[in-house]
T-cell receptor, first 114, second 117 residues
Framework: AQSVTQLGSHVSVSEGALVLLRCNYS??????LFWYVQYPNQGLQLLLK??????LVKGINGFEAEFKKSETSFHLTKPSAHMSDAAEYFC????????????FGTGTSLTVIP | GAVVSQHPSRVICKSGTSVKIECRSL??????MFWYRQFPKKSLMLMAT?????????EQGVEKDKFLINHASLTLSTLTVTSAHPEDSSFYIC?????????????FGDGTRLSIL
């Protein structure tokens, strides 16, 4: 079975500081991993994804994430936070042959302090 | 990029009304679409998987007679909340994934805020 754990339901950083949002997954087979961002009263927007190949993936808005198989992690980072980064972030895992179903983490709310 | 359109974005109606929400994939075909419900400050709860040309697969605890799903074409799925009551008030989000490509992400609509008075 697949599952996703996001440590820290709320993260606060100062503007210009490093953003680190944690995601660990559980999967018995190689996973596909995704990060989504959700702004208030909107749907989810894809930030980045890992499927195969390079383990460090770059996404939109300056975000990147690194797939670490040994740690079963896919943490999201951004070197310098902007006020506009304040939102809810969801990590998700998908596995081949599971009917395309995604498994979402519980989300991390990011606050950026001016 | 891939776009999913969800309509309406907001509905306010009286208790007992049935409400239909549409989810369209605008530039790709989607054999499978997904319907989620999101409570305030909570994660997404998968309600059902909508399959083109066949019956939807509902998650445990979701009433299929309450939440009717129709996926009549490769680009359109609808969710009808029948005889809605205040406890059905929530944010409903659909998503779609391109047919036949396992490693593709789900693309989400902008959600529908349903408020039942």
């Amino acid at each position: 079975a697949q599952s996703v754990t996001q440590l820290g339901s709320h993260v606060s950083v100062s503007e210009g500081a490093l953003v680190l949002l944690r995601c660990n997954y559980s999967s018995s087979v190689p996973p596909y991993l995704f990060w989504y961002v959700q702004y208030p009263n909107q749907g989810l927007q894809l930030l980045l994804k890992y499927t195969t190949g390079a383990t460090l993936v770059k996404g939109i808005n300056g975000f990147e994430a690194e797939f670490k198989k040994s740690e079963t992690s896919f943490h999201l980072t951004k070197p310098s936070a902007h006020m506009s980064d304040a939102a809810e972030y969801f990590c998700a895992v998908s596995v081949i042959n599971t009917g395309n179903q995604f498994y979402f983490g519980t989300g991390t709310s990011l606050t950026v302090i001016p | 990029g891939a776009v999913v359109s969800q309509h309406p974005s907001r509905v306010i109606c009286k208790s007992g009304t049935s409400v239909k929400i549409e989810c369209r994939s605008l530039d790709f075909q989607a054999t499978t679409m997904f319907w989620y419900r999101q409570f305030p400050k909570k994660s997404l709860m998968l309600m059902a998987t909508s399959n083109e040309g066949s019956k939807a697969t509902y998650e445990q605890g979701v009433e299929k007679d309450k939440f009717l799903i129709n996926h009549a074409s490769l680009t359109l799925s609808t969710l009808t909340v029948t005889s809605a009551h205040p406890e059905d008030s929530s944010f409903y989000i659909c998503s779609a994934r391109a047919t036949g490509i396992d490693n593709q992400p789900q693309h989400f609509g902008d959600g529908t805020r349903l408020s039942i008075l």
